[in-house]
């Protein structure tokens, strides 16, 4: 799958163009590729406009279906003194359900999402562009299991953040289900 049709973005190999990922991105996706040969291929990043990076501005700019972007949110919570981190990985079409699933998952008393300043400080990724792919260690990586599956609008790709707000990256969900470290998660989403 090196060049797929989706919307009007001109999508790439992302292992040969680690200039359209952030640092951590990047790392991640090369390490992921060495044990996971499919990610070569499958794993892919188109260059957008960095004022479109917000998913009902690239949908209309780049002529793509709502269901193929997934929006990745921080949530924190505390139990006992002990912050607890996620990553929370739903369909654009949904939100991801904070004040129960997640904050069940996290064993806390009220999950929260982090502040933009702090998501992009102890990320390393740009607003808008946070992903799921490279985050610190710490953080549990929450898939909402719909993305998953082919979605009738969407078929079986998704589109997520690069780390920057200039670019996207696009990936079969099944294939981002099976990331280091991430666990998919039944019911993660509202509609």
């Known amino acids: ?51 479109l990076a917000d998913t009902a501005a690239m949908t209309d700019a780049y002529a793509l279906p709502l269901a193929v972007s997934g929006n990745c949110v921080l ?33 806390v008393r009220k999950a929260s999402f982090l502040p933009m300043d702090r998501a ?7 607003y808008g562009g946070i992903t799921p792919l490279g985050l610190p ?4 990586v929450l898939l909402d299991a719909a993305v998953v599956v082919p979605h009738p609008d969407a078929g079986d790709l998704v589109i997520i953040g690069s780390g920057l707000r200039r670019s996207k ?14 666990e998919v998660v039944e019911g993660l989403a509202l509609v």
């Open 1 to 51: 799958m090196t060049s797929p049709s989706i919307g009007t973005l001109t999508w790439l190999r992302a292992v040969d163009h680690p200039e359209l990922l952030a640092e951590t991105t990047a790392a991640t996706i090369l390490g992921w590729a060495v044990v996971e040969p499919r990610v070569a291929d499958e794993v892919l990043v188109a260059e957008i406009d960095p004022d």
């Open 75 to 107: 949530v924190s919570g505390r139990r006992a003194g002990e912050e607890r981190l996620a990553a929370a990985v739903v369909r654009a079409t949904t939100r991801a359900d904070v004040n129960s699933v997640v904050k069940r998952l996290l064993d």
């Open 120 to 126: 992009v400080e102890e990320s390393g990724m740009e």
């Open 137 to 140: 260690a710490g953080y549990r």
């Open 169 to 182: 990256v696009a990936l079969p969900g099944a294939l981002l289900a099976a990331a280091p470290g991430v």
